[in-house]
Structures are given as structure tokens and as C-alpha cells.
T-cell receptor, first 114, second 110 residues
Framework: DTGVSQNPRHKITKRGQNVTFRCDPI?????LYWYRQTLGQGPEFLTY????????KSRLLSDRFSAERPKGSFSTLEIQRTEQGDSAMYLC????????????FGQGTRLTVV | AQRVTQPEKLLSVFKGAPVELKCNYS??????LFWYVQYSRQRLQLLLR??SRESIKGFTADLNKGETSFHLKKPFAQEEDSAMYYC????????????FGTGTSLTVIP
């Protein structure tokens, strides 16, 4: 599968623990996005990178959330001191910066905080 | 602020019947509009975008700037069309991030 890859697919954690998710975009894509999706809602934008630069962060992204894309390839999303309200599907997407703005999505990481 | 509204959470139609999934948006500039689809247990994928003006799997969508709408239509629904459909808006001014509606779950009854 040469599409966007996310790991792990599922994560169950206890409240207060830290979790980290990984996203591997399509190799030639220089834009990478993180979205969060809760039940009954569409994906909500969290942050995006162009190459290694984090260009925008949503107000949804509290200071417990941090994302990195150190070499402009894969990205990690870390949530510190998880809360039950963090339970959601975390989606990663990638696209080319110019031309087509189509975003290709990964299958997501489902986080459950107990 | 940008907003995408999909008024129907659930929509059921019989096989062979026409289907229309509604989408309205608010944005003061020139948006790009998309329809994404998510079939059961699969990832979100692009169905069509307004700039392409193409028909995909029999679906079409026309951007109506006067009504700020981008409704998705298909004249004859098929069972395999049953899925979750999301309307999305993208703007160059915000780095092409996507604003999604809450989605419409389409069920085609055989």
C-alpha cells in the first residue's frame, strides 16, 4: 500500500498517560495534515506542515498536543496527560503543495482514553 | 469564517431512485469544494471536486455560488453507493486545509 500510513491503528490508554501517533505520508507529498474526528462529526483540522515547517495550528490543539515533522517526511502527534475527551479518531492526510489540492487520508488511529 | 453545512445526517433511498446530498458553505472568497466518501471500514477518499466538473461513479455536483451550495446528485442510486459522504471546503488563503461538514450517511435500500 503506497498510500498514507498511520500507526498504531488503535490505542487504548489510561487517563493521564502520554501517547504518540505516527503518520507516513505519500512520499512526494510535502504537505501533511492532522485531523481529529469524533462520533457524528466530520474531521476537524488540528495542524498542518509544509515540509518540516508547522504552518498552522487550530485552536483545538491545546498545549497538551504537539506535532512534529522533523525531516519533512513522517510526522508524529503526541498527546500529553490524556483526558477522556481526547478519545477520537486521529486522521493524517497528505497532499502536494501546488497544483491539485486533493488530500489523501490515512486510515486513522483510534484513541480510547479510559 | 469558513463553514460547511450538511443538513441531513441520515438519508435512505431505494435502489434506482435519484439521490441528492445537500451541502451549503459559507466563505467570502473563492473556495474549492470537494465531496469525500468513506465506505464501510475504508479510509476517507476523494469522490469529486468542483473544478474538475466530472462525473464519478455517476455522481455530479455543481457549485452554485449564488446559493453557496454544492449538492451531490446521482440519478439512479446503487446499493454500493451506501457510505458516509462528507462535503469539504478548501481555501488557498488558509493553506488548503479542509473544512468538513458533519457528513451524511447514505443507505441505498435494495
Amino acid at each position: 500500500d503506497t498510500g498514507v500510513s498511520q500507526n498504531p491503528r488503535h490505542k487504548i490508554t489510561k487517563r493521564g498517560q502520554n501517547v504518540t501517533f505516527r503518520c507516513d505520508p505519500i512520499s512526494e507529498h510535502n504537505r501533511l495534515y492532522w485531523y481529529r474526528q469524533t462520533l457524528g462529526q466530520g474531521p476537524e483540522f488540528l495542524t498542518y506542515f509544509q515540509n518540516e515547517a508547522q504552518l498552522e495550528k487550530s485552536r483545538l490543539l491545546s498545549d497538551r498536543f504537539s506535532a512534529e515533522r522533523p525531516k519533512g517526511s513522517f510526522s508524529t502527534l503526541e498527546i500529553q496527560r490524556t483526558e477522556q475527551g481526547d478519545s477520537a479518531m486521529y486522521l493524517c492526510a497528505s497532499s502536494l503543495a501546488s497544483g491539485s489540492t486533493e488530500a489523501f487520508f490515512g486510515q486513522g488511529t483510534r484513541l480510547t482514553v479510559v | 469564517a469558513q463553514r460547511v453545512t450538511q443538513p441531513e445526517k441520515l438519508l435512505s433511498v431505494f435502489k434506482g431512485a435519484p439521490v441528492e446530498l445537500k451541502c451549503n458553505y459559507s466563505y467570502s472568497g473563492s473556495p474549492e469544494l470537494f465531496w469525500y466518501v468513506q465506505y464501510s471500514r475504508q479510509r476517507l477518499q476523494l469522490l469529486l471536486r468542483h473544478i474538475s466538473r466530472e462525473s464519478i461513479k455517476g455522481f455530479t455536483a455543481d457549485l452554485n455560488k449564488g446559493e453557496t451550495s454544492f449538492h451531490l446528485k446521482k440519478p439512479f442510486a446503487q446499493e454500493e453507493d451506501s457510505a458516509m459522504y462528507y462535503c469539504a471546503l478548501s481555501t488557498l488563503s488558509t493553506g488548503n486545509q479542509f473544512y468538513f461538514g458533519t457528513g451524511t450517511s447514505l443507505t441505498v435500500i435494495p
